[in-house]
């Protein structure tokens, strides 16, 4: 899944992508690169980030998958990052695939209903507080344990509203309301998500954590960083994953994938 910022204040690509000229540029380039699925999003989600309104985002997005959809491959797919019922929607008539839900579901009343109605996937995430906090203080007792429990209890309402379960894909939330620890404790235990037995997506790319790690300040210089995780993640049986810088990570993929089932 290739990562199309089409806002002004993401935090590694934010105002790059934000016409829809440019924004076809990007997403052919990483199409060529090896990318599946094209996640469009109008409203960043990176810590301290300020809510957008709906008609904003619809106005920043809109455009952009109607020209994705007339230019790029019926086989791609592309999907909305958003928490808002409305501007899914807006997008799924547009030519969308797939809904990406940060709030997996709970921001919005209907996006379970609406993603069951189109027969749309969608990616539930988990995320402790929002999006303008998260990142102040985030505690837990067990954070696996309390990210599968949260995860495990919204596949089941999302399969209540009528979503089959091949439609859901669970996304542990990597660095939206977690610490340093935290993130290095979810990736050490990948297989305890993909053990509830729906698809698994994992967004690191090129995230905060990666940057302490490796003492890196420029977040486009964590390329091999991210693919070092993606690798981990299909070790764990991780079949989605959100980056980036899709040439890498697509090496990261195949390699691993080859060897796991050689």
Same mark, same amino acid.
């Given at each position: 899944?290739? =990562?199309?910022?089409?806002?002004?204040?993401?935090?590694?690509?934010?105002?790059?992508?934000?016409?829809?000229?440019?924004?076809?540029?990007?997403?052919?380039?990483?199409?060529?690169?090896?990318?599946?699925? =094209? *996640?469009? $999003? $109008?409203?960043?989600?990176?810590?301290?980030?300020? /809510?957008?309104?709906?008609?904003?985002?619809?106005?920043?997005?809109?455009? /952009?998958?109607?020209?994705?959809?007339?230019?790029?491959?019926?086989?791609?797919?592309?999907?909305?990052?958003?928490?808002?019922?409305?501007?899914?929607?807006?997008?799924?008539?547009? $030519?969308?695939?797939?809904?990406? *839900?940060?709030?997996?579901?709970?921001?919005?009343?209907g996006m379970l209903e609406l993603a069951a109605s189109k027969q749309a996937p969608i990616v539930l995430m988990h995320r402790q507080g929002i999006s303008a906090t998260?990142?102040?203080?985030?505690?837990?007792?067990?954070?696996?344990?309390?990210?599968?429990?949260?995860?495990?209890?919204? #596949?089941? #309402?999302?399969?209540?509203?009528?979503?089959?379960?091949?439609? =859901?894909?669970? *996304?542990?939330?990597?660095?939206?309301?977690?610490?340093?620890?935290?993130?290095?404790?979810?990736?050490?235990?990948?297989?305890?998500?993909?053990?509830?037995?729906?698809?698994?997506?994992?967004?690191?790319?090129?995230?905060?954590?990666?940057?302490?790690?490796?003492?890196?300040?420029?977040?486009?210089?964590?390329?091999?960083?991210? #693919?070092?995780?993606?690798?981990?993640?299909?070790?764990? $049986?991780?079949?989605?994953?959100? /980056?980036?810088?899709?040439?890498?990570?697509?090496?990261?993929?195949?390699?691993?994938?080859?060897?796991?089932?050689?």
């Open positions: 899944m290739g =990562i199309l910022n089409v806002t002004p204040d993401s935090f590694s690509d934010g105002g790059q992508h934000d016409s829809p000229r440019l924004a076809l540029q990007h997403a052919q380039q990483m199409i060529k690169e090896g990318a599946d699925i =094209i *996640d469009v $999003g $109008g409203e960043s989600t990176r810590p301290g980030a300020d /809510v957008v309104s709906e008609e904003e985002q619809i106005s920043r997005v809109i455009p /952009v998958i109607e020209t994705l959809r007339k230019n790029i491959d019926q086989s791609i797919l592309i999907s909305i990052d958003t928490t808002n019922v409305t501007v899914a929607k807006r997008a799924l008539e547009a $030519g969308a695939n797939w809904i990406n *839900d940060v709030s997996a579901g709970e921001d919005s009343e998260m990142q102040d203080n985030p505690q837990y007792s067990d954070v696996v344990a309390e990210v599968t429990h949260y995860l495990k209890q919204r #596949a089941e #309402a999302a399969r209540s509203a009528g979503i089959k379960p091949s439609h =859901i894909i669970l *996304d542990p939330g990597i660095g939206f309301g977690k610490s340093f620890a935290h993130n290095l404790t979810l990736m050490s235990q990948l297989n305890a998500i993909t053990a509830l037995g729906y698809e698994v997506l994992l967004g690191t790319s090129r995230k905060r954590f990666l940057s302490e790690i490796c003492q890196q300040k420029s977040s486009a210089k964590l390329a091999a960083a991210t #693919a070092a995780t993606t690798t981990l993640g299909v070790m764990a $049986g991780v079949s989605v994953f959100r /980056v980036h810088d899709v040439f890498e990570n697509r090496q990261a993929v195949d390699v691993t994938w080859e060897v796991k089932n050689s």
